[in-house]
């Protein structure tokens, strides 16, 4: 360890703490529930209620590492989240190349999001459907709009989060309720229609559900600036995950209901396909709402884009321009860089030769959140090991699990993601502070 608490930079340490427990809430359920859950009933469909399996482990996988990092957050209120974690419990090298990997995964993601919240506009646009440089426009307009926001000040980024948050709700919730008053048993589907053995039905719905819970780890990351960090985090980590698993439990259930599993199974759009119990206006109101959860979603990201270099500035393992604030408490520097490489990207897509890069690069991404949540386990392991064996054996359970998702995102990616991370080292020695390295 090259620095302690007590030497952080005094930007690290605001005289306001901008962000409060429904803040921190409102980030881990804005961040985990985006565009996936719109398409989660007919991924699932095929394997009958057997699907229900794989939420079940997934679930459960989840909330132990919100245990896990609720421990450990309790521990230090600096910013980072997982990084704090690797950097505090195996040093320097380690703790970088989690923050390399982290934070590259959400660049990465950033115009994903932002490209799925261009096909939900189509909708309402129909115009934008054969008009790619139009999408990309919108989508561009869309992440530098949010991240103005951000640069504003981070207090006003947790508004909006908030806010996107509750309004993302309200079309899930009105289909849990479709389903629970009109919904008929008779339209679900067989138990298991897909004839697999159990075991693999089970890994297989559960690499498909695992994805849905990537960002659970997002309340830890700007611990920094949230009040009362050592017991609001821990809170908001476990209370937000374990509301984004009954929401995903009854939104699945609610659209196996009302829409008969031979239509489901083919539905390019099941929550709207349900909705249209509620009438004419049904499908566009969850049309709405998915825009409203995939810019949602993008708030936060971008939100955890400007945090993550931050934080690593403040560990002393990257330039400290990228720790600098402006008034609004918000880290211009690394948030610009963060939304110039998501646009890159983004304008990247839309030339036909780069699509299939781009979408493996995404799957990498994946890797790269999966990975930090791996070390975080391992280094609360490292920490109870003597003197806690329950919390031990909680961190070897989300240990286990977090393996087994790395390891279900196959071979070739979690390869090709390796090296992504690895690519972290010329970075690590070249960005580090001179009187680090020499310490």
Not at 408 to 428: K, N
Request: hydrophobic residues 55%.
């Amino acid at each position: 360890m090259t620095t302690n608490e007590t030497d952080q930079p005094s930007l690290e340490k605001p005289t306001h703490k901008a962000i409060g427990f429904w803040g921190c809430w409102a980030l881990v359920v804005g961040v985990m529930i985006g565009s996936g859950i719109f398409m989660l009933p007919v991924v699932l469909a095929p394997y009958g209620m057997l699907g229900f399996t794989g939420w079940v482990v997934t679930a459960g996988g989840s909330i132990l590492l919100a245990l896990v990092l609720g421990r450990l957050a309790h521990r230090t209120t600096r910013s980072g989240g997982p990084i704090a974690y690797a950097h505090d419990a195996f040093g320097d090298l380690v703790g970088f190349l989690v923050a390399w990997g982290y934070w590259a995964s959400y660049w990465i993601g950033m115009p994903v999001i932002a490209i799925a919240f261009v096909g939900y506009l189509t909708v309402f646009v129909p115009a934008l459907d054969n008009a790619p440089i139009a999408q990309a426009g919108c989508a561009l307009a869309l992440i530098w709009g949010l991240g103005l926001i951000s640069l504003h000040g981070i207090r006003d980024a947790s508004i909006v989060q908030l806010l996107m948050t509750v309004l993302k709700l309200i079309p899930i919730f009105l289909i849990i309720g479709v389903g629970l008053f009109t919904g008929d048993m008779a339209n679900l589907p067989e138990a298991n229609p897909s004839g697999g053995s159990f075991f693999p039905v089970l890994a297989a719905t559960a690499l498909l559900t695992m994805w849905a819970f990537s960002g659970l780890e997002s309340a830890t990351v700007p611990a920094g600036d949230v009040r009362d960090a050592a017991n609001t985090v821990p809170k908001a980590t476990v209370i937000g995950t374990i509301t984004v698993a009954l929401i995903y439990i009854a939104a699945t259930a609610s659209v196996m209901l009302v829409v008969p599993a031979a239509e489901l199974i083919d539905s390019t759009s099941p929550f709207s396909d349900a909705a249209r119990a509620l009438g004419s206006w049904g499908p566009g109101l969850i049309a709405a709402g998915a825009m409203i959860s995939t810019a949602g979603a993008l708030n936060g990201v971008i939100l955890l884009c400007g945090q993550l270099p931050m934080a690593v500035a403040f560990d002393r393992l990257a330039p400290a321009i990228l720790g600098h604030r402006n008034k609004g408490g918000a880290p211009q520097v690394s948030l610009l860089i963060s939304l110039t490489l998501g646009s890159i990207l983004l304008v990247a897509n839309y030339s036909r030769g780069l699509v299939e890069a781009f979408t493996f690069l995404l799957m990498m991404s994946t890797v790269c959140l999966l990975l930090p949540l791996l070390v975080s386990a391992l280094a609360e392991l490292r920490h109870s090991w003597r003197s806690a064996r329950s919390w031990a054996i909680i961190a070897l359970a989300a240990g286990a699990y977090s393996a087994f998702a790395v390891l279900g995102s196959g071979l070739e990616v979690l390869a090709w993601g390796g090296v992504l991370i690895l690519a972290g080292l010329p970075a690590y020695y070249l960005g580090k502070p001179k009187q680090v390295v020499e310490a």
